[in-house]
């Protein structure tokens, strides 16, 4: 069964630190771009960064300077290192990855793990 796992999620103060973490497990023959979505109470999944399998980034707007993505291939893992937090950063954070079974690439979502900025 092909698992993402979320883990890293918290309550810190603005101007905090978090680090994210989300491993891919299973029968995984290759994984391709990953990246990280947000979604505050009552608005919509959010794209916060993405990676490509070589390592292209890009993010929103609103993160550019503050957040970093970044992957461990051999360890099928994503990490989202989150600087400077404000409370606008609150939300649940999802890992999402293209991933290759056998011959098929299909998506997936892990289950979100939430990221709570508050004094």
């Known amino acids: 069964q092909v698992q993402l796992v979320e883990s890293g999620g918290g309550l810190v103060q603005p101007g905090g630190s978090l680090r994210l973490s989300c491993a891919a497990s299973g029968s995984i023959t290759s994984i391709y771009s990953m990246r990280w979505y947000h979604q505050a109470p009552g608005r919509q999944r959010e794209l916060v960064a993405a990676i490509s399998s070589s390592g292209i980034t890009n993010y929103a707007d609103s993160v550019k300077g503050r957040f970093t993505i970044s992957r461990d291939n051999a360890k099928n893992t994503v990490y989202l290192q989150m600087n400077s937090l404000k409370p606008e950063d609150t939300a649940v954070y999802y890992c999402?990855?293209?991933?290759?079974?056998?011959?098929?690439?299909?998506?997936?979502w892990g289950q979100g793990t939430q990221v709570t900025v508050s004094s």
């Open positions: 999402n990855a293209d991933l290759q079974i056998g011959r098929a690439v299909s998506n997936y």
